[in-house]
């Protein structure tokens, strides 16, 4: 046995732990506490107030360099008062977020969050909870909200289901199942390069950049996702889609998984998903649904209907922190086969071992279902949502963010210097501003309408107006609306329109009073 040759006496090692500080909660007496208290209603009085004053901050502004510079500070070994991180905070962190709290915000499809999932969030962080797994009731109420989640997709009660970050999560869980359950191996480690199965996938070209992504995390590589044109309302062909599985087949390899988009990131299409669910029945595939902007639609009675054969689905990921305007972040995914999921992510250790009665009781565990073991407790924020604003208030701001979506495709189609660029299938809407036909400008002058576009973009977001983003729709550069937030209204609709025109009439000045090049 080694000896401990400076290792101090017993004794002296209890003294010193005793005078060391032994929490960092105020230490004191009720002084420092009530302090810690009154700057904690400071603290909570100035985020309401943030989102009560939206309207009179700009959407977005750059980041002065000075203010960037802040942030390459050393380690803090020192302590520092509450209230002066505070006053940091609401000086140089504050002003400087993206904006999806704006109701100004459309550029990504970014929700807007509430003040009762702000104050819910703040609940979960006292919890402090841990989700992986043991018998507690926070793990009772995320399995509350996934059977509320359930009924809502349509899907059967005995569903499983988790909470992850985000879409990109609950897709790449899907591809797993579905992989495991292709593969039908008894055991963890697909011996997917030696002498497995050739699996193959399938999405339409419109399909968000995770799922490809998914289906190499998963061991798959890229050649196995096979992307499918679309119709010219952007959904999947499907008579493209039956021929590729068939070619796939006929080569020898294993047709597995088919991702159904609802509400595409471009435009907002959705695929005709009953179909996709009578060929992936036929062929005997995986169904699985990306609904991580329209899934949510389903609380919109007017757009329900429109997502018919979503409930088939063997899988469905979406997310709450879009149209469930719950805080960042706050992913679902949904399996129908509570056993295949379980399966693809079960995983045994002696210090997870399971009980009938303790802490340790209540499995399968969220563990069980998902590569996370550590799991804060994302539930709480839409379980508050939910029951504070009910099910039907939500659909109804859904609802409305698809009619400022068709509010602003009239504007479009009623002013000339606009163009829209792609069929407006739910809240999103693409389009772009036209050069104004000029007999004395040379064709080369009207063609970069691309990077006039681009311009007006930036130039609006530099504003601090409104916030759209960008695209590409057929090759050409689109201004890209998304309406979330469920604070926007018909005055941003107002202030994107005049933006655009007054932004692109400017621009088109400019470039016309440069000489014009002569041979």
Not at 18 to 24: D, G, I, V
Not at 103 to 128: K, Y
């Amino acid at each position: 046995m080694a000896e401990a040759h400076d290792a101090l006496p017993l004794h002296a090692e209890d003294d010193l732990l005793a005078e060391r500080k032994r929490s960092l909660d105020p230490e004191n007496g009720p002084e420092d506490w009530e302090q810690l208290r009154a700057q904690a209603h400071r603290m909570l009085d100035d985020m309401l107030d943030y989102t009560r004053t939206i309207r009179s901050r700009p959407v977005w502004q750059p980041i002065p360099d000075a203010v960037r510079a802040r942030r390459t500070s050393l380690v803090p070994h020192e302590p520092t008062a509450l209230a002066e991180v505070h006053d940091e905070f609401l000086r140089f962190v504050l002003p400087y977020t993206a904006g999806n709290v704006h109701p100004g915000f459309m550029g990504w499809v970014h929700g807007g969050g509430t003040p009762v999932g702000m104050l819910a969030e703040m609940l979960a962080g006292g919890l402090n909870a841990n989700l992986g797994g043991r018998d507690h009731i926070p793990i009772e109420v995320e399995r509350e909200v996934i059977r509320w989640m359930s009924a809502i997709a349509g899907f059967p009660s005995e569903s499983s289901g988790l909470f992850v970050t985000g879409s990109s999560m609950a897709n790449l869980i899907a591809v797993i199942v579905a992989r495991e359950a292709a593969l039908g191996n008894p055991a963890h480690g697909c011996r997917i390069a030696a002498g497995a199965k050739q699996l193959v996938a399938y999405a339409s070209t419109e399909v968000h950049g995770c799922v490809g992504k998914g289906v190499e995390i998963a061991g798959l590589g890229s050649e196995a996702l096979r992307l499918i044109p679309v119709d010219r309302r952007q959904r999947i062909d499907l008579d493209a889609l039956a021929e590729a599985i068939g070619r796939d087949r006929q080569a020898g390899l294993t047709p597995f998984l088919v991702v159904g988009t609802a509400g595409t990131v471009n435009t907002g299409a959705i695929d005709d998903l009953a179909a996709l669910a009578d060929l992936c029945q036929h062929e005997k595939l995986w169904f699985h649904v990306d609904g991580a902007l329209g899934a949510l639609g389903k609380l919109a009675p007017e757009l329900a209907p429109r997502l018919a054969g979503m409930e088939r689905a063997d899988s469905l990921a979406f997310d709450l922190h879009k149209w469930g305007q719950a805080p960042y972040d706050a992913g679902v995914i949904l399996v129908r086969d509570s056993v295949a999921h379980r399966h693809a992510f079960t995983l045994s250790a002696d210090y997870l071992q399971r009980a009938q009665r303790g802490l340790a009781a209540g499995p399968p565990w969220p563990c069980d279902f998902g590569p996370d073991l550590s799991r804060g407790f994302r539930a709480l924020k839409v379980w508050f949502t939910f029951k504070v604003y009910g099910a039907d208030a939500l659909g109804e701001t859904i609802a409305q963010s698809c009619q400022l979506a068709r509010m602003l495709e009239r504007r479009v189609n009623a002013t000339p210097q606009l163009e829209l660029l792609a069929p407006v299938e739910l809240n999103i809407v693409c389009f772009r501003y036209r050069v104004r036909e000029n007999p004395e400008k040379s064709p080369a002058d009207s063609e970069n309408l691309d990077a006039i576009n681009e311009e007006i973009v930036v130039a609006l977001q530099e504003s601090g107006a409104v916030v759209p983003s960008t695209t590409r729709i057929d090759g050409k550069l689109a201004i890209r609306a998304a309406f979330v937030n469920h604070r926007t209204g018909p005055a941003e609709i107002d202030a994107l329109i005049d933006g655009v025109l007054a932004c692109g009439s400017a621009i088109e000045e400019a470039r016309n009073r440069k000489p014009v090049p002569r041979d």
